[in-house]
């Protein structure tokens, strides 16, 4: 039941008003600090800690949550999981001290929380000062963190009174945890549906004595009937009966958008972005009836903290973390090594890319190196990158922008930003079509004959186009997804059925319950091997590199055909002075964004973005910065 309008009615009641708060993804983030552009930025939990300081006092009754993956994604998260992995006894991480400053009453998993392995984990859990709970992720030897938590509260009527509530939480996060992570957990986490142990744990809180249930769901809404073990089930979620707040997360969406209600489907809910970027606050007007019984009577979730807080930090939230801050600093402004030409990732989605070779070059040097005197060496090195540093969430600040030069640290971890290995698996073309034809989902199925319409799809996250050097192929975007690739082949040569070739990737990608990673397990060839920035930062350290993409993939020609795509302003200069009939500028897009027209015919094939501006992909260098657009043109 979420409203008892008989108690109001009779005036045989008590009311609380109960004030939710929640944090969603901060990643690692204390400071109001981006490491990859090295300057500051709002976000971070010490940023919005003078918000929710300012709540506690403004609310009678208040809590603080938080909805996982608090641990792992930043450079700073990463170099204190190493700092703890050396030094045991070198205090407590980080991200724990942070947190701890600011009480929190409880918190969940989320998938990230494994990402360097359950040992340390372990570790870090000891030193939160608040509960942390999971229903449907658990430890197959000892108990890593209960199912459900019990929380008692002394709240304040609005009567002025003090009443004892039961505030039941429990937290549920995709079972692909266990898969993502297959490598460090080793079969030693199982995961069940999420759906499926809400359900059980609901229930199992009421019977506990709970008055009211919090879920901290670290997924996305998803779809009303969501298929056993999805990875996102908001939506199912906030209908299972028992539930009276709902937090979700995972997905880095935003959740009401402004003027909404604030419930899903007639459940409060509210999901706060990431990295800090917003708050969730969920309000609960209770009512005690005459029996005794606490109920929701309203509730409604929105968002706090977009605007009006800009970078400031709280001290005390911060002063955990500035040690480890100005050691990351140091850490990522160290030269690993230099480029000859300027490296961007402004239209990786849309034409072979020098960001993308750069990875393929080193993953390729690397993995030569582990095949030396195996039979697989005969077989021919094919090497697939995805990007990283496309937009997305972030925005504008989302890309990379090195210029000829020293590359440091902070680029290397811009390129790979996640703590994988190299792998290396024997696949066939059917493999290899799959792969292409998932990485092309990216794009949304666009009509000929028309100029006007979007060509990436912003529900396909962009590190999902991986890019496999060594092949070429036709992506056909006007066709549905899962059709759309054409003309493979290796060497000019058509790739047959029955050839057979070694891929280096990301451990990554071996991961998740599907057929593709299902086969690359399979074909997993048996080396020792490197975590990916190691094995960049080796073909860095090893001679000045130049990075002019391959031509690996292209459009289909589609005569009369174009879509519009989204790109930081400073890549007009580039799409202006290399002259292709193929890229123009628009004008001002969204989000600090510009707008970019893709043609389609009759030649459609972006030329490689590989260079210094040139007039043309091959001509001489202009001597001018032309100027973009400042108004979109029809």
Not at 162 to 178: D, E, K, N, S, Y
Not at 238 to 253: N, S, Y
Not at 382 to 404: C, D, I, Q, W
């Amino acid at each position: 039941m979420r409203s008892d309008p008989d108690g109001v009615r009779s005036g045989r009641c008590e009311r609380i008003a109960l004030r939710l708060m929640c944090t969603t993804d901060l990643h690692g983030h204390v400071l109001p600090w981006d490491y990859l552009t090295d300057r500051r930025a709002p976000l971070g939990l010490s940023r919005l800690a003078p918000l929710i300081r300012e709540h506690r006092q403004r609310a009678a009754n208040s809590l603080l949550f938080d909805n996982g993956d608090f641990l792992h994604g930043n450079p700073m998260a990463d170099a204190e999981s190493a700092r703890m992995a050396r030094d045991a006894d070198g205090g407590p991480h980080a991200m724990a001290a942070a947190m701890n400053a600011l009480g929190y009453d409880a918190g969940t998993l989320g998938n990230h929380e494994f990402n360097h392995g359950l040992d340390l984990l372990r570790r870090v859990l000891g030193q939160l000062r608040h509960p942390v709970t999971s229903a449907n992720l658990a430890c197959s030897a000892a108990p890593l963190v209960p199912e459900g938590l019990l929380l008692r509260r002394g709240l304040r009527t609005q009567d002025g009174s003090m009443r004892v509530l039961r505030i039941g939480v429990f937290g549920v996060a995709p079972p692909q945890t266990v898969e993502w992570d297959r490598m460090r957990l080793a079969g030693r986490i199982a995961a069940g549906d999420m759906v499926a142990a809400a359900r059980t744990q609901a229930r199992a809180l009421r019977a506990r004595g709970a008055d009211i249930v919090v879920a901290l769901a670290h997924c996305g809404p998803g779809p009303e009937r969501p298929l056993p073990g999805a990875e996102n089930a908001g939506r199912a979620l906030a209908a299972v009966p028992g539930i009276d707040a709902l937090f979700l997360g995972h997905t880095h969406e935003t959740h009401p958008v402004p003027g909404a209600p604030g419930l899903l489907r007639g459940t409060p809910m509210a999901q706060p972005g990431r990295f800090g970027s917003h708050l969730g606050i969920i309000d609960l007007d209770l009512l005690r009836d005459a029996a005794g019984h606490w109920r929701v009577l309203h509730g409604s979730g929105r968002l706090d903290g977009a605007a009006g807080t800009g970078t400031l930090r709280d001290p005390a939230i911060a002063a955990p973390a500035r040690r480890a801050h100005q050691r990351v600093q140091r850490q990522l402004r160290r030269t690993v090594g230099r480029t000859t030409l300027p490296i961007t990732s402004h239209f990786a989605l849309v034409a072979p890319d020098a960001s993308l070779q750069l990875i393929a070059d080193a993953w390729r040097a690397a993995a030569r190196r582990l095949l030396a005197g195996r039979p697989e060496a005969a077989l021919p090195l094919l090497v697939a990158a995805s990007p990283f540093r496309t937009g997305g969430h972030a925005g504008a600040e989302g890309y990379l922008s090195l210029p000829p030069g020293p590359v440091t640290e902070r680029h290397l971890r811009a390129l790979q930003p996640h703590p994988d290995r190299l792998c290396l698996s024997v696949v066939r073309r059917a493999e290899l079509l799959a792969w292409l034809e998932r990485a092309a989902a990216t794009f949304r199925q666009i009509l000929p004959q028309q100029r006007d319409q979007r060509l990436i799809d912003p529900r396909m996250p962009p590190y999902g186009f991986d890019v496999i050097d060594g092949l070429s192929w036709r992506i056909d975007p006007s066709r549905p997804a899962g059709a759309r690739i054409g003309d493979l082949r290796h060497a000019g040569r058509p790739v047959g059925p029955g050839d057979r070739f070694v891929v280096a990737t990301s451990s990554h990608r071996l991961t998740g319950a599907g057929a593709l990673p299902q086969s690359l397990r399979g074909g997993r060839v048996a080396v020792e091997a490197p975590s990916l920035r190691a094995a960049l930062r080796a073909h860095l350290a090893a001679e000045p590199v130049t990075p002019r993409p391959r031509r690996s993939w292209r459009f289909a020609a589609l005569p009369g055909t174009a879509a519009w795509f989204e790109a930081p302003r400073e890549a007009c200069a580039a799409a202006l002075m290399i002259g292709s009939r193929d890229i123009a500028p628009l004008g001002p897009g969204a989000d600090g964004l510009h707008r970019y027209r893709l043609r389609f015919g009759p030649e459609s094939v972006p030329p490689p973005i590989d260079s210094a501006p040139r007039l043309g992909y091959g001509g001489p260098a202009r001597t001018r910065t032309p100027r973009c657009p400042a108004a979109m043109t029809p």
